[in-house]
């Protein structure tokens, strides 16, 4: 069976069902990945330090979304 035939039938299904589809289509796509995780959590440390030094520039929340 195809990609497009399988497409076909889902679109069939009532849509609970094809958000039971599309729920598990997402949980397989979404795996923690150990080593994203530490070069994310290094970068964040980087940051924090680098602004608690003053080597960050920082930006107001309303310059940021223009709120008054």
Known sequence: ???????????????AERYE???????????????????WAEEALRRAQACDEGRMKTVSFEDVFGSK
């Open 1 to 15: 069976m195809g990609k497009q035939e399988i497409i076909e039938l889902v679109l069939q299904l009532k849509a």
């Open 21 to 39: 589809v599309v729920e598990k289509i997402m949980q397989s796509l979404d795996k923690p990945d150990a080593e994203i995780d530490r070069v």
